[in-house]
Structures are given as C-alpha cells and as structure tokens.
C-alpha cells in the first residue's frame, strides 16, 4: 500500500509503499527532503476513490465473496460479527 507521510521540520509530504506492517519506519527514519530524525508522521486520510461511469475500473465483489464471509462466520464460531450482503 502507498502511505503518505509529512515532514514537521521541513513542510514536505512523501509517499512511500510499504507492507501494513511496515508502514511506521519512515517514522524513525531521517526526513528524505532535509534529513532531519524524528519530525516525519505517518498522515491519515481517507483513500482516494473516484467513479468514471461504467467503463470505470471500479467492480462490484463477485458472488464468490458472498462464500467467503460464510465459510469464515463458520468457523468464527456464535460469537461471529461478519455480515452477509
């Protein structure tokens, strides 16, 4: 996935693609713009999403997703909180 990050030393914002378990190490690395440690935080927003019509590259789950979420409320137990769409 592609986070974004801000610099508080310098005023810049980067993009970097990093694993979700990776996504902090910018964090405690030296800012890429001015090099300074311990200024970069990691932004949060919502993902950027945009609809262009049906030729848009934006699909519907297919019907197999739908089995998915059942074979996992199965085997979660009574305690299941997955919905069925």
Same mark, same amino acid.
């Given at each position: 996935? %592609? $986070?974004? $990050?801000?610099?508080?030393? =310098? /005023?810049?914002? @980067?993009?970097? /693609? @990093? #694993?979700?378990?990776?996504?902090? &190490?910018? %964090? %405690?690395?030296? =800012?890429?713009?001015?090099? &300074?440690?311990?200024?970069? %935080? +990691?932004? @949060?927003?919502?993902? #950027? !999403?945009?609809?262009?019509?049906?030729? #848009?590259?934006? +699909? &519907?789950?297919?019907?197999?997703?739908?089995? !998915?979420?059942? +074979?996992?409320?199965? $085997?979660?137990?009574?305690? #299941?909180?997955?919905?069925? $769409?």
């Amino acid at each position: 996935m %592609t $986070y974004n $990050y801000h610099c508080d030393a =310098c /005023g810049k914002n @980067f993009d970097k /693609g @990093f #694993s979700i378990a990776d996504r902090d &190490k910018p %964090t %405690t690395k030296p =800012c890429p713009a001015c090099h &300074k440690k311990g200024k970069v %935080t +990691r932004v @949060f927003q919502a993902p #950027s !999403v945009s609809y262009e019509g049906p030729k #848009s590259d934006i +699909r &519907k789950a297919g019907s197999g997703w739908n089995d !998915v979420l059942k +074979r996992i409320d199965k $085997y979660a137990g009574k305690r #299941s909180k997955v919905d069925h $769409y």
